[in-house]
């Protein structure tokens, strides 16, 4: 099997759907399908993964987004759905540990560009995913990604980054890091105890969806602890 693996230069899909979803116990389907994978690899053998030296092709290639959960604390009454399509682009595994790719797709929501690069890398069960969307649609994404918050304007261009989490300790950790910027234009947010912000310009920065009291207070010096607390 190893010699036959390393022969293979060039591995092509085509026309391919893939499901990425979270239910309402904040469990991913993609989590289960990996520990799954390494535990039956983990039984059969600790031999390191073989050799891979070939490029992978995609054409065509559908990502489907699906979150019966959501952000917030109550659970999602309608799942949110989004789709990447049109994905093409190539996984190079002739480099050493970190095979890098590249490629191309649309958001369906917004019919907007998309860039992608990055790594991975299987010995070391590490991932990193580069994103460029050139306009994201803000009264599909605003409620779902700031859900105690008002979203609305123009549509913004999102950058970010997925990677792996080394610290996931519970079936409830999320199975990776993420950093989004949001670069805004004439655009409108309206949270619970702030002033309101209109025809706002600018880049908001959002990293694992942490933001603490004291973080408020320390960029908002007007309002007081007991409102950042709230």
């Known amino acids: 099997m190893k010699k036959f693996l390393e022969s293979?230069?060039?591995?092509?899909?085509?026309?391919?759907?893939?499901?990425?979803?979270?239910?309402?116990?904040?469990?991913w389907n993609m989590v289960a399908f990996l520990k799954e994978a390494s535990k039956q690899n983990s039984e059969r053998q600790t031999r390191p993964l073989p050799s891979i030296n070939s490029k992978v092709l995609f054409q065509n290639i559908q990502l489907k987004y699906i979150d019966y959960r959501g952000w917030a604390t109550p659970p999602l009454k309608t799942p949110f759905q989004e789709q990447i399509v049109e994905l093409s682009g190539i996984l190079d595994f002739n480099s050493l540990d970190?095979?890098?790719?590249?490629?191309?797709?649309?958001?369906?929501?917004?019919?907007?560009?998309?860039?992608?690069?990055?790594?991975?890398d299987l010995q070391h069960k590490i991932y990193s995913v580069n994103v460029d969307i050139k306009t994201c649609d803000l009264n599909k994404w605003g409620p779902y990604v700031l859900p105690y918050a008002y979203v609305g304007g123009d549509s913004p261009r999102l950058k970010g980054n997925i990677r792996t989490n080394p610290r996931k300790k519970t079936s409830e950790d999320l199975p990776f890091w993420y950093d989004i910027k949001l670069y805004a234009k004439n655009t409108t947010l309206k949270?619970?105890?702030?002033?309101?912000?209109?025809?706002?310009?600018?880049?908001v920065h959002l990293s694992n969806y942490t933001l603490y009291p004291h973080q408020l207070y320390e960029s908002f010096p007007f309002l007081d602890s007991k409102t950042a607390s709230a």
Do not use: C, V, W, Y
Request: proline fraction near 7%; aromatic fraction near 8%; charged fraction near 25%.
């Open 8 to 27: 293979i230069h060039t591995i092509s899909i085509h026309d391919a759907t893939f499901n990425i979803k979270r239910d309402k116990e904040k469990k």
């Open 98 to 120: 970190r095979s890098p790719f590249k490629g191309t797709a649309k958001l369906a929501s917004s019919e907007s560009p998309i860039l992608m690069h990055g790594f991975i």
């Open 191 to 203: 949270i619970p105890g702030l002033p309101a912000f209109t025809q706002a310009k600018g880049e």
